[in-house]
């Protein structure tokens, strides 16, 4: 899966710039200059590495960075920010960011702590993020807007399946292969009841579609037939 990066900066010439920098190495780039934008937009898609600038004109980064944590959002944050003083980087790090760069930085520095991060992600930690949606992979545990979620174990699996596959529909067929890989049996005809378990506990703030004749999906911006 190509890396989907959150860039927060409200300097629209360093926007233009890191975007290009940052598409040229293959990476897919989102970008927003306010943190309420991007706060939402975290509930919205999914992002592989928040680049984050500190200085923001509506609410700061630091401010963004914490309901990020609060929220259990665990993607990660590089914070990018003219604010060298060691009480800012040590502010950074307390509220939860997993690295810093002072600006002015060279690219390829910063392009190096980038795929460092990604790759100290990918190996560490296994969390998906949609619309206030967090499931801990690794952790076997989920959060709805900070609550927790009581899900079974199908619940779970059907789920997962579902938002690893974000705009995609995702087949009865295959849901029912995914549960029996966890070693249990189910038919095509059980995973209506678990679709219809989870639109009750996600309660409208997750929407699932029904693709009549192919399956199930999730999207981004859902309008249309749960």
């Known amino acids: 899966m190509v890396p989907h990066i959150l860039l927060v900066e409200d300097d629209l010439v360093l926007v233009d710039g890191l975007t ?32 984050l600038d500190i200085g923001l004109p509506d609410i700061d980064g630091f401010e963004l960075l914490k309901r990020i944590r609060d929220n259990n959002i665990s993607i990660p944050v590089l914070l990018l920010t003219a604010r060298d003083g060691a ?31 990604l790759r100290r992600s990918q190996g560490q930690t296994n969390v998906l993020n949609f619309q206030g949606l967090t499931m801990d992979l690794n952790a076997q545990r989920a959060w709805l807007a900070g609550t927790p979620l009581d899900l079974s174990t199908r619940e779970w699996v059907v789920l997962e399946q579902l938002l690893k596959n974000v705009d995609k529909v995702v087949s009865k067929q295959n849901i029912v292969g995914a549960i029996q890989g966890a070693g249990n049996e189910v038919s095509q005809n059980a995973v209506e009841v678990y679709i219809s378990r989870l639109r009750h506990k996600l309660d409208q703030a997750i929407q699932i579609r029904t693709i009549h004749g192919f399956g199930y999906m999730i999207e981004s911006q859902a309008d249309g037939e749960k």
Do not use: C, M, Q, W
């Open 20 to 51: 290009n920098v940052l598409e040229n190495e293959g990476f897919l780039v989102k970008a927003f200059t306010t943190g309420e934008a991007a706060f939402t937009a975290l509930h919205n898609d999914l992002f592989s590495l928040l680049v």
């Open 87 to 117: 009480a800012d980087r040590v502010l950074g790090f307390d509220l939860g960011t997993d690295d810093y760069v002072v600006k002015p930085f060279i690219v390829a520095e910063l392009l190096g702590r980038i795929r460092a991060l």
